[in-house]
Structures are given as structure tokens and as C-alpha cells.
């Protein structure tokens, strides 16, 4: 299913800083390879108390945060073990893209495997982008661009292939899968020979 160019949304902040996988969704969660119902133990030790209630001082328990889909992160985001359970678990939290001005290269490379964007951006603008949260920010996937509604636009990196899958709304199998019929081509012309 072809995903849109744009995701448009305000967004939710975590400004810690070093908030590595094991946070993102603790290894007793892992015994799964479903990606489905994962979001609910996204960050699971910081938004349930003990008692199973919601932590009410967490982010993502505020109501103004429900349905934003654009995660600000502090530094070194996504560090720690590898896990591809962590852009998982992000995904099905309902979260497109995360943005910090450093993100762990295995997860950046899970997550773009997984549908989820990993934007990295200066130090400076990730601060001013947290400084207004509420502000409603469009990322661009086609142009590699996050723009501000004040009309600022950062430029992100973003490896072709990846940004294919993203815009096709696919993982890597499932863009092998929709160009089936030409794989099946050149194997039967290859093997003619």
C-alpha cells in the first residue's frame, strides 16, 4: 500500500538523552515476531507505574500528545543492543518519524527497514524543534525535508532505497514482492542463455 510523501503532524517530545533500546521496549518483551501490540510496552518503565496505571507525567499518557506522529528525541537516540523490536514497537505506538541530532546507526537502520524515518538534524534545531512542540511540522519524505509552519526547511539525508520503501509503504521483502513478475523475467531470460 503506497504510503504518503508527507507526514504532518505536531509532535512529541523526549529530551533525555542516551534513551537506548532496552528503554525504548525492555527485553522481557521480546519473546515475540509479531509487530502487532508492541506500541503498548513502547517505553513500557516510564509510562505504567507499578500498579499498571498510566504514569500521567509521561509524554506519550498526555492527551494533548494522542495521534502525534513525529517523536523529538534527545541525543544518541536508539543506542544499545540491537533490537528490531524497538522501530517496531515505535510503529505500532503509532509514531512515522524520529527526529534527534544523533541516532544510533543500527537503529536508524532497523527503523528505515520498518517504515519508521530516523531524521538526524543539528543540535541547535533539534532544541529550537522542542522548544515548540505544538508546532505542527510537515517531513517531506520525497524531498528529504522538514519544514517548520514559520517556513524554516531542514534538509535530511536519506539513502535511495530507502526513501523508495518508505514512499511504497513497504519493508525490503515487500519490495522484492511487488516487482515479482520482472524477478521472474530476468530469471527466465538469464537462464535461457
Not at 544499545?80 to 527526529?99: C, F, K, T
Not at 532544541?127 to 535530511?156: W, Y
Not at 515487500?174 to 530469471?187: D, F, H, P, Q, W
Amino acid at each position: 500500500m503506497p504510503a504518503s510523501s508527507r507526514i504532518v503532524s505536531a509532535s512529541v517530545v523526549l529530551a533525555q538523552t542516551n534513551i537506548d533500546t532496552d528503554q525504548i521496549i525492555p527485553a522481557r518483551f521480546l519473546s515475540t515476531t509479531e509487530r502487532q501490540g508492541l506500541g503498548r510496552h513502547a517505553f513500557n518503565d516510564w509510562r505504567w507505574r507499578d500498579d499498571g496505571t498510566p504514569n500521567p507525567d509521561f509524554a506519550f499518557n498526555q492527551p494533548h500528545n494522542a495521534g502525534r506522529e513525529i517523536l523529538l528525541a534527545g541525543r544518541n537516540f536508539g543506542c544499545g543492543s540491537s533490537r528490531e523490536h524497538a522501530p517496531w514497537a515505535l510503529r505500532d505506538l503509532g509514531l512515522r518519524v524520529v527526529v534527534s541530532s544523533e541516532i544510533a546507526d543500527i537503529f536508524r537502520n532497523n527503523a528505515l527497514k520498518n517504515g519508521l524515518l530516523a531524521v538526524v538534524l543539528p543540535e541547535a534545531v533539534v532544541q529550537d524543534l522542542m522548544s515548540r512542540p505544538d508546532d505542527v511540522l510537515t517531513v517531506d519524505i520525497d524531498a528529504c525535508e522538514l519544514r517548520t509552519p514559520a517556513g524554516a526547511v531542514h534538509r535530511f539525508p536519506l539513502d535511495a532505497f530507502a526513501r523508495t520503501c518508505l514512499l511504497e509503504g513497504v519493508d525490503e521483502m515487500g519490495y522484492l514482492l511487488a516487482r515479482s513478475a520482472e524477478i521472474r523475467s530476468y530469471e527466465e531470460r538469464h537462464h535461457a542463455r
